[in-house]
């Protein structure tokens, strides 16, 4: 995102082949007779790493197939969307859409929902899990939270016990529900830090997982791998986003552009993997928010051609 307000705009209107590097050995013969290695190319997808939508937003919202197919000829496996509004999914049905992503041998894992002022209220949230439920999704992904609501520690236990229904709500659709955090999450207020003092402390872990974005937690001045062994097993989606420069932490997301494809920044995403295990991570999910030479495409491919030849090899 260029900054946090397109991320609110967007999700209201919204309402919520790079190739890999596993080499394979075959003989083939030579000029003198000899077997020699000939290298195939493994198929990306085998490594199973998931695109959120919301980085080629702009693509989407004016071409879902041809966008869509890119990203499956690209060697994406999951996506995590970012297009709900009315029951459906990028203005197509439930059954619709997810044909366009099947029959592109693409599954899709997850979704980001609508942000309305005052919060998903449960009588949304009943409609939200009835709509995905359709979709098959397996994770309903709640990525905001507005302004007004972070003000006071007694906001945001209030949105939390609200969350804690809204997961009972979606698993007795048989989702997961979970939260996608930022950075304003570890900011002090009235002498506590949101993120460890009520989230972690008040979501019920078996209602509510954890969607822990590296680069928001990273500038909050945070190491992910230390987070993750503090809460082991709360973490079952990664959202895999670099950034091109170390900062002093801070804590609002207005104006950030400083977002990188995975791999091309600074931030170490093997030490992050070698605790998946500790996390309880089920799917990585690439994200970048926007890029400086408004090229997401070429971001995404290189991505996952440094997820398949460095960081996951």
Not at 104 to 133: C, F, R, Y
Not at 169 to 195: D, L, R, T
Not at 217 to 228: E, F, H, L, M, Q
Request: glycine share 8%; with cysteine; aromatic share 12%.
């Amino acid at each position: 995102m260029k900054k946090a307000q397109s991320r609110r705009e967007f999700l209201r209107v919204s309402a919520a082949g790079a190739v890999g590097a596993l080499f394979l050995s075959q003989n083939s013969c030579r000029s003198g007779g000899k077997p020699a290695k000939k290298t195939v190319l493994a198929d990306p997808k085998s490594f199973g790493i998931g695109l959120q939508l919301y980085t080629i937003r702009d693509a989407m919202a004016i071409d879902v197939p041809g966008s869509l197919k890119k990203v499956s000829d690209i060697g994406y496996k999951y996506l995590e969307l970012a297009g709900y509004a009315d029951g459906k999914f990028y203005e197509y049905e439930p059954a619709e859409f997810k044909k366009i992503v099947n029959d592109l041998g693409m599954e899709i894992i997850s979704s980001h929902t609508q942000v309305e002022a005052e919060g998903i209220t449960l009588e949304n949230a009943t409609k939200m899990a009835e709509d995905h439920a359709r979709l098959g999704v397996k994770y309903c992904v709640q990525p905001w939270v507005v302004e007004e609501a972070r003000t006071t520690i007694a906001s945001y236990q209030k949105m939390v016990a609200d969350w804690n229904k809204v997961g009972q709500i979606m698993k007795e659709n048989g989702i997961q529900f979970g939260y996608h955090n930022h950075n304003f999450e570890f900011a002090n207020v009235e002498g506590k830090i949101p993120f460890f003092d009520v989230f972690m402390v008040e979501l019920d872990k078996d209602l509510v997982t954890m969607e822990l974005d590296m680069f928001w937690t990273t500038k909050a001045g945070y190491n992910p791998v230390d987070i993750i062994k503090r809460y082991p097993g709360r973490f079952q989606l990664y959202h895999m986003k670099d950034m091109f420069t170390h900062e002093e932490p801070f804590f609002t997301t207005d104006g950030v552009t400083d977002f990188a494809p995975v791999g091309a920044g600074v931030i170490d995403f093997k030490e992050i993997l070698a605790v998946k295990d500790i996390a309880g991570m089920k799917y990585m999910i690439v994200e970048q928010d926007s890029t400086k030479d408004g090229l997401p495409f070429d971001a995404i491919q290189t991505s996952i051609t440094n997820l398949t030849t460095r960081i996951l090899v």
